[in-house]
């Protein structure tokens, strides 16, 4: 069993609707959660962080947190051809010093 | 400008001839990481270093070497380079993960062809 998993895609939505992202993940003791954005040939960078369970939101981003269920999800609203891009799920998981990241799902947001 | 900057983005090398990947930041950050991506295994963590002289192996560090003799550089060195190890690397940094929860900032990724 893979310890971060997510569906790899493509993900495709049309402009302006709702884009919904999941992630589940082995370690019952984790505690940060991220979603970082990565488009392609370039380097990761943090969208969303979240560390209860709940809804965390940012902007048209809302990351939900579920630790019973182990699962994480981004939810991107009024998504724009702009968001396309690989979104990786990290998460801290045995300690901080170590993050384990699944392997991303393709997000497409056509115009 | 805060950043991670790695050096070269380019790399063209054959198979057993030594090479250094360098990874430089300027934020005073204690933990620095080096990861590669790969087509379908996403990001895999190589090496790790929590502070100056203290590092220690990710996922998969065989065939890697690091150091971190100061601390804004954390250099990648692989002392005999096969062609599975042509890869995307990035350099990575974070204050200290447990204040900072590990939020990290990438490097640009060097990108490694082994022939």
């Known amino acids: 069993q ?3 998993e997510q569906n790899s895609g493509p993900l495709s939505v049309p402009e302006g609707a709702i884009a919904s992202l999941n992630c589940t ?5 984790s505690q940060s959660f991220f979603w970082y954005r990565q488009y392609s040939g370039k ?5 969303m962080s979240i560390y209860s369970n709940g ?30 891009a690989t979104y990786l799920c990290a998460v801290n998981m045995g300690g901080y010093q170590k993050v384990t990241f699944g392997t991303g799902t393709k997000l497409q947001v056509i115009p | 400008e805060a950043q991670v900057t790695q050096n070269p983005r380019y790399l063209i090398t054959v198979t057993g001839k030594k090479l250094t990947v360098t990874c430089s930041q ?3 950050h ?20 929590m502070n100056v002289e203290v590092t220690d192996k990710g996922d998969v560090p065989e065939g890697y070497k690091v150091s971190r003799k100061e601390k804004r550089n954390f250099p990648l060195i692989l002392e005999s380079p096969s062609p599975n190890q042509t890869s995307l690397y990035f350099c990575a940094s974070s204050k200290r993960p447990s204040e900072s929860k590990n939020i990290q900032y990438f490097g640009a990724g060097t990108r490694l062809s082994v022939l």
């Open chain 1, 2 to 4: 893979k310890e971060v």
């Open chain 1, 25 to 29: 993940y082995s370690d019952r003791g």
């Open chain 1, 43 to 47: 380097s990761p960078e943090l969208i």
């Open chain 1, 55 to 84: 809804d965390k939101e940012d902007g048209r981003f809302t990351a939900q947190l579920n630790k019973a269920s182990q699962y994480v999800s981004l939810l991107i609203r009024d998504s724009q051809p702009s968001d396309s």
């Open chain 2, 26 to 28: 300027n934020m005073n």
């Open chain 2, 30 to 49: 204690e933990y620095m990481s080096w990861y590669r991506q790969d087509p379908g295994l996403g990001l895999r963590q190589i090496y790790y270093s």
